[in-house]
């Protein structure tokens, strides 16, 4: 049985940093490109950030730049989002995403999908 477990939301300042966590089970994990997602209330579901197998390669929206780190670890089995600087427009569900084979925007490609991991933000 596949699982990917986000961990890490919660209610923070603008400002203020937050980490997420997403724990994945049941996969051959190190041969799986990582995302994260976000969706926020009325909008669709957008891209955040992806990692590619070996942790070697990254993207990023646009909006997270110099903000948001992802990385991972394939021992663990954990991919952690690093959120630095949080801005109002931050505020959404996080998700994990997992994919055999390269990184990629596009949700439609990733094969699995965690539960989602509120995150607030107030200003």
């Known amino acids: 049985q596949v699982q990917l477990v986000e961990s890490g939301g919660g209610t923070v300042q603008a400002g203020d940093s937050l980490r997420l966590s997403c724990a994945a089970s049941g996969i051959p994990f190190n041969i799986y490109a990582m995302g994260w997602f976000r969706q926020a209330p009325g909008k669709e579901r957008e891209f955040v950030e992806g990692?590619?197998?070996?942790?070697?390669?990254?993207s990023y929206a646009g909006c997270v730049k110099g903000r948001f780190t992802i990385s991972r670890d394939n021992v663990k089995n954990t991919v952690t989002l690093t959120m630095n600087s949080l801005k109002p427009e931050d505020p959404a569900v996080y998700y994990c995403?997992?994919?055999?084979?390269?990184?990629?925007?596009?949700?439609?490609?990733?094969?699995?999908w965690g539960q989602g991991t509120q995150v607030t933000v107030s200003s």
């Open positions: 990692i590619s197998r070996d942790g070697g390669s990254t």
């Open positions: 995403a997992g994919k055999p084979g390269v990184v990629t925007t596009i949700q439609g490609q990733y094969q699995y």
